[in-house]
């Protein structure tokens, strides 16, 4: 990575289909059919303005460690994984959605300790921590909507958009703990070392946004 390349890492998949139309508003457009094409790395219009296609939760990593300048994460995954190492000066205001709670129809109006499952676990801790609620936590990577009817968990912490899988699996939101959005993070190093660049790239990214929503 040199002074005058900047690598931008974007989320695969469906957050693409939003994201990339703000960078082409912006004027970074990748040179092929990055939704067609199976590489990760892909030159754009601009000299030097590289992206890098991954995992979402990848993507904070690549900017922490400064192997991508600027990247595109998910609001939820920074508040997971904790934001050392770069700054999130822009939100997107693409793939919105809320961090909740939820529990089963017919749950019981209070339990003691309140078994809560969850793959976000930091999220989960510091909620309840902040009610002074006490909870045990259990990790899932998936299904979290299944634990409770099968007596795995009292409550799931969950991003929830339209609400139907909740609803399909007979629970119900409770509490909303986030405002989850698209948000652009940018290297610590890299802002100052590029800083005319992703200054300008942010300016443009950030008229985008504005045009959307106007
Ligand atoms: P829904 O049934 O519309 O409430 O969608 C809920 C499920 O879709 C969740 O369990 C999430 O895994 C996923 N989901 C919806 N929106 C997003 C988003 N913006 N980012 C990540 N996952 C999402």
Redo the contacts with the bound molecule.
Sequence with gaps: MTATELVIALTKG??LRETLPLFESAGIRPLEDIEKSRKLLFDTNVDGVKLLLMR?SDVPTYVRFGSADIGVA?K?LILENGSDGFYEPLDLKI???KMMTAEPVDAPVAVDRLRVATKFTNIAKRFYAERGQQIELIKLNGA??LAPSLGLADAIV???????????NGLVAKDTIAD???RVIVNKASMKIKNAMILDVLAKLRDAVTSVEA
């Design positions: 469906r957050i979402g998910g939820d793939a919105t959605c979290l909507e969950d991003i929830v958009d339209t609400g139907k899988t909740l609803k399909a989850i959005s698209s």
